[in-house]
């Protein structure tokens, strides 16, 4: 069984940043895409971004491409949520999801395991 644990999340001015971490329990993380992901109140979860096993292929949605940027530490278990320039529109619960295969993968169904989200809230 896999947990994975959020933080970095908080309260933050438009035009700020934040950054989101994703700790993994067990050792086989760097063999697994991951995803970031979040929920507005009263929206659907939508994906945000995703990452290969490796780092070498990305994807991001078109609401924040040029804004945040995921990457991965494997010596680490744990993948980061760059978000900058951040807007009210970002506020949410962002989640991080693990998918068992090493290629990334944007249907949201297919993710395996799944943090318990942090709080991300931005003022205008």
């Known amino acids: 069984q896999v947990q994975l644990a959020e933080s970095g999340g908080g309260l933050v001015q438009a035009g700020g940043s934040l950054r989101l971490s994703c700790a993994a329990s067990?050792?086989?993380?760097?063999?697994?895409?991951m995803g970031w992901f979040r929920q507005a109140p009263g929206k659907e979860r939508t994906i945000v971004a995703a990452?290969?096993?490796?780092?070498?292929?990305?994807y991001y949605a078109d609401s924040v491409k040029g804004r945040f940027t995921i990457s991965r530490d494997n010596a680490k278990n744990t993948a980061y949520l760059q978000m900058n320039n951040l807007n009210p529109e970002d506020t949410a619960v962002y989640y991080c999801?693990?998918?068992?295969?090493?290629?990334?993968?944007?249907?949201?169904?297919?993710?395996?395991?799944w943090g318990q989200g942090t709080q991300v809230t931005v003022s205008s």
């Open positions: 067990v050792g086989t993380f760097s063999r697994y895409a």
């Open positions: 990452i290969s096993w490796n780092g070498g292929t990305t």
């Open positions: 999801a693990q998918f068992l295969f090493p290629s990334i993968v944007v249907d949201i169904k297919q993710y395996r395991y």
